[in-house]
């Protein structure tokens, strides 16, 4: 079992920013793919980030790409998502994500074992 807790989201102003932070815990961080996701009101659950298990590679939805980061520590068990230039259309619940490390980007819900609970993340115009 491994457990996440997200934190870091609040209420910013269009343009600001915010890094998100996914602590884990039990089994080893290391070896799992981590992945971002966010659901806002209304909609189906979307793809952020993803980050390999070695933090080597990453990739990007394309509403996010250039603005937001996802990284790594696996010295701390932490995944993290910069958020900058925030939008009001980034407004949602953001959820981490993990699941064993494969072949290929996971960027659809499927593949990832555990979740958190979400932080929300909430952009005003």
């Known amino acids: 079992q491994v457990q996440l807790v997200e934190s870091g989201g609040g209420l910013v102003q269009a343009g600001g920013s915010l890094r998100l932070s996914c602590a884990a815990s039990g089994r080893t961080f290391s070896v799992y793919d981590m992945g971002w996701f966010r659901q806002a009101p209304g909609k189906l659950r979307e793809f952020v980030a993803t980050i390999r298990w070695s933090g080597g590679s990453t990739y990007y939805a394309n509403s996010v790409k250039g603005r937001f980061t996802i990284s790594r520590d696996n010295a701390k068990n932490t995944a993290y998502l910069q958020m900058n230039s925030l939008k009001p259309e980034d407004t949602a619940v953001y959820y981490c994500?993990?699941?064993?490390?494969?072949?290929?980007?996971?960027?659809?819900?499927?593949?990832?074992?555990?979740w958190g609970q979400g932080t929300q993340v909430t952009v005003s115009s």
């Open positions: 994500a993990a699941a064993r490390g494969g072949r290929y980007f996971y960027t659809t819900s499927g593949p990832y074992d555990y």
